[in-house]
């Protein structure tokens, strides 16, 4: 049986900018139901506000350290107490229907994410509104 080794850091040398996120965001494994990605923000980079109405992502932060806004699809007014400080070696299990944002601090941050695959692609909804408050 042969083996297929990558090395993360070479893929995201190699990886353009999300269109729609505004950040490195890479499909590295997985099947329709659970993926495996990896997401790279340089310093002071914001991966948009969005939600998803199906299934949960967890984070888990490589390096670096970032902010995540969290906040309910129902909710009128973002709230600052939902901005959660996030350091190597911090996972975070963001459950569906919730609309975050993440915001990379001084330095870049490399966070992997576990979700269903169309969370890069059809069930992803991004509410440019809470962008600003981040």
Known sequence: MKYNVKNVYDILADAA????SGVKLVRLSGDGSACLFI????????????????????????????????CGIDDVQWNADRNISLARGDFITVKEKTVHSLRSGKSLSRIMITCPEDHAGFDRYFTEDYDEKM
């Open 17 to 20: 900018k999300d269109i729609f």
């Open 39 to 70: 997401v790279e923000l340089e310093n002071e980079a914001v991966l948009k506000a969005h939600y998803h109405l199906k299934g949960d992502e967890t984070y888990y932060v490589l390096e670096g350290n970032c902010s995540m806004m969290l």
